[in-house]
């Protein structure tokens, strides 16, 4: 079995492996978190996503900052990002869906998806 799957991603919800939800996720290669919530609504701070980097090493973290694009991911987490050797890629979240199942196939990703603005 591989990592999670995106089946869909509409404003307000995703599809995971068939399971739907409607709060913003973190998708790790061991499963799906749908309990995310970060420290301000439209900011992605390291805070934010310091639990789940512990619980997998990863290669690439992939940030859907919602349907327009309004999350702005902190320069904290780029630069602890960068410290870690991790690449980071942010795009609006219908984007951010597709090249989460690309390169989830190939490498370690996490995924953390803002799934409305």
Same mark, same amino acid.
């Given at each position: *079995?591989?990592?999670?799957?995106?089946?869909?991603?509409?404003?307000? $919800?995703?599809?995971?492996?068939? @399971?739907?939800? #409607?709060? &913003?996720?973190?998708?790790?290669? !061991?499963?799906?978190?749908?309990?995310?919530?970060?420290?301000?609504?439209?900011?992605?701070?390291? #805070?934010?996503?310091?639990?789940?980097?512990?619980?997998?090493? @990863? &290669?690439?973290?992939?940030?859907?900052?919602?349907?327009?694009?309004?999350?702005?991911?902190?320069?904290?987490? *780029?630069? !602890?990002?960068?410290?870690? +050797? @991790? $690449?980071? @890629?942010?795009?609006?979240? +219908? #984007?951010?869906?597709?090249?989460?199942?690309?390169?989830?196939?190939?490498?370690?990703? *996490?995924?953390?998806?803002?799934?409305?603005?």
């Amino acid at each position: *079995m591989g990592p999670p799957k995106i089946d869909k991603y509409s404003f307000g $919800e995703i599809v995971i492996d068939g @399971i739907r939800y #409607e709060s &913003d996720v973190v998708i790790l290669p !061991e499963g799906v978190f749908s309990d995310w919530w970060r420290l301000e609504g439209h900011k992605l701070h390291l #805070e934010d996503i310091r639990e789940y980097l512990s619980k997998a090493v @990863i &290669d690439v973290l992939v940030v859907g900052t919602g349907a327009s694009g309004i999350m702005k991911v902190m320069d904290e987490v *780029m630069l !602890e990002m960068r410290a870690r +050797g @991790i $690449e980071v @890629i942010a795009l609006p979240t +219908g #984007e951010a869906c597709k090249v989460y199942n690309d390169l989830s196939t190939k490498k370690r990703v *996490m995924g953390v998806f803002h799934l409305t603005c």
